[in-house]
């Protein structure tokens, strides 16, 4: 039987479907995130298991775990067979806890940490403001105090995916000291070093920030090749002796004069010829997507003052401040879908 499903809408009218999928997106957040806190993968990879049996093991009811596995296996993060529930390649391998690539706690962050300042968007949109609540507005959002470290756990994870990529694509051979300038807990420099065993270099970043980034650079093995420095990018002094830096999600969060001072003490603390790497998920310049980019602006309209900006605004503050041989390298990554580069003239 043909159904309206397979041909549209009986009357003509557009597909309602986008529209279904967008209303119910925070479905599926949540489907994910509760399956994560009940602890439901951890569990299936000791072993397949059905509804009732998965209930006793996870302590919950029975009618919730079968809701529970049916939404997950529909999602594809379960598969079912004979009425026994397993993890599908990625749950496996990305949400069961204490595997290197584990990212429950960045699904975490996001369900606990940004979705507050989600469910306020229109706000944000009207005020022009964030609308993601900080204990202290007056201080830098990113002191210590003003947001969990549990935020830095969580970016660890998913930028060392973006890493992984940038490693890859991005030419690093005339590179030897790089300062990765709000480097967080050192994912991205960690990844560089591991893939361009030529390098080494700094992470700076706040000094609550620098004492994670020294767990996760010593827990790496990279102890004595890559340092930090704890420095404001705002009111000291970048350290020299490196002739590169990069600056990984960091101008998204920040507005156009702000950007134009982290930039202008990136150059100040690079000698000539050295390199500036802006990594971002870059705008169109039409500004009409890419859906990543677009949506992690939205993500700095509610938690900050900056937002996403276009691979041409990046080149040209690059060019405002003193860099020529700008050019865009593109790669396709969580974090990053490009890295805008320039030489300091
Ligand atoms: C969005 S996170 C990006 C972290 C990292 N670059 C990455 O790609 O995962 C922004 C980083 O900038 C740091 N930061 C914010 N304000 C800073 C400041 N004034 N001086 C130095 N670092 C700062 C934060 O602590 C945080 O680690």
């Not at 499903?5 to 309602?16: F, I, K, L, V, Y």
């Not at 968007?121 to 470290?149: C, H, I, L, Q, Y």
């Not at 960091?250 to 134009?260: A, F, P, S, V």
């Not at 700008?326 to 990554?333: H, I, K, L, Q």
Request: aromatic residues 6%; hydrophobic residues 40%; charged residues 20%.
């Amino acid at each position: 039987m043909i159904t309206e499903a397979h041909t549209g809408t009986s009357t003509g009218d557009p597909r309602p479907s986008l529209l279904i999928d967008l209303a119910t997106g925070l479905w599926k957040t949540q489907t994910l995130t509760a399956a994560i806190e009940t602890g439901v993968f951890e569990t299936l990879a000791a072993g397949a298991a059905s509804a009732p049996q998965l209930a006793v093991k996870l302590g919950i009811g029975e009618r919730p775990a079968e809701i529970l596995l049916t939404a997950c296996t529909a999602l594809g993060l379960l598969e079912q067979q004979d009425g026994r529930y397993c993890n599908t390649a990625v749950s496996d391998h990305y949400l069961v806890p204490g595997r290197p690539d584990y990212f429950g706690g960045y699904v975490q962050m996001v369900a606990q940490y940004t979705a507050p300042g989600w469910l306020r968007a229109t706000e944000a949109v009207r005020s022009d403001a964030p609308t993601k609540p900080v204990p202290d507005p007056d201080r830098n959002m990113f002191e210590e105090g003003n947001r969990p470290e549990s935020f830095w756990d969580a970016l660890f994870a998913f930028s060392t995916l973006t890493a992984r990529q940038m490693a890859g694509a991005v030419d690093l051979s005339g590179v030897r000291r790089i300062m990765d300038v709000g480097g967080g807990a050192g994912a991205t420099l960690i990844e560089l070093c591991r893939q361009h065993p030529h390098l080494s270099g700094t992470v700076v970043d706040l000094p609550h920030v620098c004492a994670l980034a020294q767990e996760r650079i010593d827990a790496a093995g990279m102890t004595g090749r890559i340092d930090t420095a704890a420095a404001d990018f705002f009111a000291d002094p970048l350290p020299s002796g490196h002739d590169a830096i990069l600056l990984s999600m960091i101008l998204h969060d920040w507005d156009e004069n702000q950007n134009r001072q982290i930039l202008a003490s990136c150059l100040d603390a690079l000698p000539s010829g050295g390199t500036l790497l802006i990594s971002e998920l870059l705008v169109d310049d039409d500004k009409s997507g890419p859906v990543d980019a677009a949506l992690m602006s939205m993500n700095m309209l509610v938690g900050t003052w900056g937002r996403n900006y276009t691979g041409a605004e990046y080149a040209g503050w690059l060019r405002e401040a003193g860099c020529d041989r700008v050019r865009t390298v593109r790669f396709d990554s969580p974090g990053a879908n490009g890295v805008v580069r320039g030489e300091k003239a």
